[in-house]
């Protein structure tokens, strides 16, 4: 497999190493090396479009950003299993219940979670989701098949499940919607351009980037009122009420992750900075009074510009090598 590709995969390696540990973590490298469309692939991608509904086993431990139908069958008791699904940043997700053979009596459980969850930290975070987090668990054993469907509220969704006896599982589908005004996304690339765009919303929307980046923010309207664009603010930006914020950090969460900068006023030209973090968050909080837009490109850091920083940089504390 290409190194490129590699790369592509680091942080939900990281992820799964994270929430099984070291041994299961070498067990998913291994079929990722032996299998290059377990992961983002965008050649597999063209190739379906318009073709059959596309099948395969789900593993334990399994990240897709495929639709098609996906079986898990338990060779052996099975106790600590997770798959995190990711769109494009302009589709929700939609969880289809085909087939579930689980005893929920024996300690079986299959649960959708609205977004990703990994060691206690979630995305989209608690301060920028619209439910709140015990409403993002659907719990199979609970619901049974009346939710026989489940649409996430973003791009990214994950199931946990726990499957004891040896022949039982489920079998799940998924499928894809547009989202006409995407608010908190986690990027499937480390290079990229994305337009975020608030309109008349009371919420947060966060972008995510789960590698280290070079940002740069190329368009930032906020505070639009009939038409006129309200006067910059001598106040900071957190008493404004409508800005956008660069955040960095190591983790899944942005309310967790170091606040880098913010804007509060609008511009237009380019404003660039260079953020070493694992994962790098572009968040705009909205009134709900305006329209608010902000539009920027990224591109993943190279090993050289992080060994070496200079220029408009976040601090040592935020560098971490490849």
Known sequence: MAPTFKLQCHFI????????????YLELREAVDHDPFLLFSANLKRELAGEQLYRRALRCLDMLS????????????????????????????????????IDCQSGDFLKVFDGWILKGEKFPSSQDHPLP???????????GLSRRSIRSSQNVAMIFFRVHEPGNGFTLTIQTDPNLFPCNVISQTPNGRF????????????????????????DLTLGH???????????????IGDFVELLGGTGLDPSKMMPLADLSYPFHGPAQMKIGCDNTVVRMVSSGKHINRV???YRQLEPYELENPNGNSIQEFCLSSL
Request: aromatic letters at 10%.
């Open 225 to 239: 009122l009939n038409g006129l664009q309200l006067k910059k603010s001598s106040a900071s930006c957190g008493g």
């Open 13 to 24: 390696l990281i992820c799964l190493m994270a929430l099984r540990g070291e041994s299961r």
């Open 195 to 218: 337009t975020l765009v608030v309109p008349h919303q009371h919420r947060n929307c966060s972008f995510s980037i789960i590698y280290p980046v070079v940002i740069k923010i190329s």
């Open 295 to 297: 539009t920027f490109e």
């Open 133 to 143: 987090t015990s409403e993002r668990y659907i719990d199979f054993c609970e619901s």
């Open 66 to 101: 495929l639709q098609g139908q996906f079986t898990f069958t338990a060779d052996r008791p099975q106790l600590h299993c997770a798959a995190f699904f990711i769109a494009e940043p302009e589709e929700f997700i939609t969880i289809h219940y085909d087939r579930v053979s």
